[in-house]
């Protein structure tokens, strides 16, 4: 990557140079962004403003930013273990559901369950 470019990747990911009203605003569209089945969303959400909501020094908008990080938090962990108990019953229970498992399967399985 050249010079230019990584100084511009650098800008765009500074959470410092950002104003405080821009920063509530984006991680309230991250936050929104994650009920649209996007949990990844979230996560991005949780890891880029968690600095900016319990460790930067107190500002007007840092309580709702809080706020959204929390709620980030806890949709991301309840697609974690949603997702996690789903695939762990489908890979589990996959063979026994016969032709419903493998309607639901992207690629057959050949062989014996």
Known sequence: MTEPAARAAGAAMNLERVPNEEKLN???K???GGFALLPFLWLVNVLWFCREAFLAPAYTEQPQI???VQRS???LLFWVVVLTTWVTIFQ???ARWGELG???SFTIPLGIP
């Open 66 to 68: 809080k706020s959204y």
């Open 26 to 28: 984006l991680c309230r």
């Open 30 to 32: 991250y936050y929104l």
């Open 92 to 94: 589990t229970h996959r």
């Open 102 to 104: 493998d309607y639901l």
């Open 73 to 75: 938090a806890v949709g």
